[in-house]
């Protein structure tokens, strides 16, 4: 079935969102991330995609800030950014994330990954692939480039026991720019049924298309919070579609 994931990117203790990942271009939303958390849920988002951005960018953590949340929103959360060792993967499966995000430690420490899967299990840990406007694999906080390419990892990614992938296009994360399609299209159709879409989504269409591609679901971000893009319109229109 086809989940909608409301974004909640945590930045310096706020709300934020990054444009493309740059901390220069860092803009915050006014209100908490327990406000924001119980609003998505409510108005039907399936999971939260909690992401730490100063974990990500290596200028600390927001972890007290996601152990709250996780103890006041009774729904499913992924949780991503700096999780660089199995000791932080585990402190945040203890504080209640659902599903926690690797990527830097894959493409670094690809044994601790496999071994995250192992003990969890597949569907409590995901593998994040970001990918640039080249179409190779970011990690650090997308700032060093790897020699992957998108459909190598994925590929690579299920070969290794991942049954949950998270594609972000960070070309176009934070732009509103609507998602790259022909970036879709690259990936076998076969393996869409494992990944889940970030990067661009702005409108309904851009939901309804993801859906039709048979990919899993959509990450809903900077347009969620900028009124571009309603979760009771996406889940009426996904269930009409």
Same mark, same amino acid.
């Given at each position: 079935?086809?989940?909608?994931?409301?974004?909640?990117?945590?930045?310096?203790?706020?709300?934020?969102?990054?444009?493309?990942?740059?901390?220069?271009?860092?803009?915050?939303?006014?209100?908490?991330?327990?406000?924001?958390?119980?609003?998505?849920?409510?108005?039907?988002?399936?999971?939260?995609?909690?992401?730490?951005?100063?974990?990500?960018?290596?200028?600390?953590?927001?972890?007290?800030?996601?152990?709250?949340?996780?103890?006041?929103?009774?729904?499913?959360?992924?949780? !991503? +950014? /700096? =999780?660089?060792?199995? #000791?932080?993967?585990? %402190? @945040?499966?203890?504080? *209640?994330? $659902?599903?926690?995000?690797?990527?830097?430690?894959?493409?670094k420490d690809r044994g601790k990954a496999l071994e995250l899967v192992e003990t969890l299990g597949p569907e409590r840990v995901a593998v994040g692939l970001d990918v640039d406007g080249e179409g190779f694999i970011v990690v650090a906080g997308?700032?060093?480039?790897?020699?992957?390419?998108?459909?190598?990892?994925?590929?690579?990614?299920?070969?290794?026991?991942?049954?949950?992938?998270?594609?972000?296009?960070?070309?176009?994360?934070?732009?509103?720019?609507?998602?790259?399609?022909?970036?879709?299209?690259?990936?076998?159709?076969?393996?869409?049924?494992?990944?889940?879409? !970030? +990067? /661009? =989504?702005?409108?309904? #269409?851009?939901?309804? %298309? @993801?859906?039709?591609? *048979?990919? $899993?679901?959509?990450?809903?971000?900077?347009?969620?919070?900028?009124?571009?893009?309603?979760?009771?319109?996406?889940?009426?229109?996904?269930?009409?579609?």
């Amino acid at each position: 079935m086809f989940q909608v994931f409301a974004g909640l990117d945590l930045f310096r203790g706020r709300v934020a969102r990054l444009v493309r990942g740059r901390a220069e271009e860092a803009f915050y939303y006014p209100g908490s991330a327990e406000e924001y958390a119980r609003r998505w849920v409510e108005e039907g988002a399936d999971w939260l995609h909690v992401i730490d951005l100063d974990a990500a960018l290596g200028v600390g953590d927001n972890f007290q800030t996601i152990s709250t949340l996780m103890r006041c929103v009774k729904a499913p959360a992924q949780v !991503g +950014g /700096g =999780v660089r060792s199995l #000791e932080k993967a585990y %402190s @945040l499966m203890d504080a *209640g994330a $659902a599903r926690v995000i690797v990527s830097s430690m894959y493409f670094k420490d690809r044994g601790k990954a496999l071994e995250l899967v192992e003990t969890l299990g597949p569907e409590r840990v995901a593998v994040g692939l970001d990918v640039d406007g080249e179409g190779f694999i970011v990690v650090a906080g997308w700032r060093e480039k790897t020699s992957s390419r998108l459909v190598e990892a994925v590929e690579k990614a299920l070969g290794d026991g991942f049954k949950n992938i998270l594609v972000t296009d960070t070309s176009r994360d934070g732009t509103l720019q609507g998602v790259n399609t022909a970036l879709l299209r690259q990936i076998p159709m076969e393996s869409r049924r494992y990944i889940v879409f !970030g +990067g /661009g =989504v702005s409108t309904v #269409e851009d939901v309804i %298309s @993801l859906k039709r591609h *048979g990919f $899993a679901g959509a990450v809903l971000g900077r347009a969620l919070y900028e009124g571009g893009i309603g979760l009771q319109r996406v889940k009426h229109a996904l269930l009409e579609g």
